[in-house]
């Protein structure tokens, strides 16, 4: 019934939204676990609300050295890493003649090379132990275009060829690579581009919530939860033979 006993995952932007909801889906498998995020008190909340067998790192994904001592001291408290979901990520939209090179940049730093510095960090504890398994939370917005996220679009397909790649280098080494890639899904990071989006178009939050929902075919967000099983899956020993795929949990928008 707890799959997952004896592992430790690190989850990063575990504070709240998705990465929550994979920590404590993950939990419920047995595995120990690092939450990780840049807000200690946001993450303190959560480790109660989870109880068990719960290490904290604040940490910001973009800056290399923050990476190196986070994961160093993670594996200090409980172990090489063998599960790793690389979740922090964030999403800014201009139209693309608007968009500024530091927001360009803040795009690819945040959802590109955060996952590039974890997983160069988590790496040579998984091939040490034997196992492992790299969970890339990338976006529809890795398999298809959207209009006015061309920097966030671009570094979602730049992780989910992250992904692929990798998934092969390491297709000896008993280590999976995939992605998971959600359509739009009830949290902050939708509330605020719910509220960009009234602001820019003089719509309601609601007439943009119903644009929004409507691009799913089951007229409706994804719940968190659902990301969550999809990594939960795709952790568990009987996927081994799952790498290098990118799996759209979106209700068949992809
Ligand atoms: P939220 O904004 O609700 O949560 C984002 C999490 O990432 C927070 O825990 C935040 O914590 C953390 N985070 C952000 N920036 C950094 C950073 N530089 N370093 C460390 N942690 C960071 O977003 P969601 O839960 O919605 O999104 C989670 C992932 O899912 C993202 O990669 C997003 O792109 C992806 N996704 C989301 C979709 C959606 O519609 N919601 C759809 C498709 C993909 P803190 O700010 O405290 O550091």
Not at 2 to 16: D, N
Not at 184 to 203: K, N, P, Q, V
Request: aromatic share 4%; with cysteine; charged share 20%.
């Amino acid at each position: 019934m707890r799959p997952l006993e004896g592992r430790h995952a690190l989850v990063t932007g575990a504070s709240r939204g998705i990465g929550a909801a994979i920590a404590a889906l993950l939990a419920k498998a047995g595995a120990r676990l690092t939450l990780l995020g840049r807000n200690r008190a946001a993450l303190s909340e959560q480790a109660q609300r989870l109880g068990g067998t719960v290490h904290l790192e604040v940490c910001d994904v973009t800056r290399p050295e923050e990476v190196r001592r986070a994961l160093a001291g993670a594996e200090a408290a409980l172990g090489p890493v063998h599960i790793l979901v690389n979740n922090a990520g964030q999403a800014q939209s201009q139209p693309f003649l608007k968009t500024e090179l530091e927001l360009w940049q803040r795009m690819l730093e945040v959802n590109l090379t955060g996952a590039f510095l974890c997983t160069q960090a988590a790496l040579p504890g998984m091939l040490s132990a034997g196992w492992g398994r790299i969970v890339n939370i990338a976006s529809t917005a890795g398999l298809k275009g959207y209009p006015y996220v061309a920097a966030y679009c671009a570094a979602k397909h730049g992780l989910v060829g992250l992904t692929r790649a990798l998934a092969i280098e390491l297709a000896q080494k008993n280590i999976t690579v995939n992605a998971v890639c959600p359509g739009y899904t009830e949290t902050a990071l939708l509330e605020e581009s719910l509220a960009r989006i009234a602001e820019r178009t003089g719509r309601s939050v609601a007439e943009a919530r119903g644009t929004l929902a409507r691009s799913n075919p089951q007229n409706r967000f994804v719940r968190p939860e659902e990301v969550a099983e999809a990594v939960l899956w795709l952790c568990l020993p009987g996927s081994g033979a799952v790498s290098g795929q990118a799996i759209a949990v979106a209700g068949g928008e992809v």
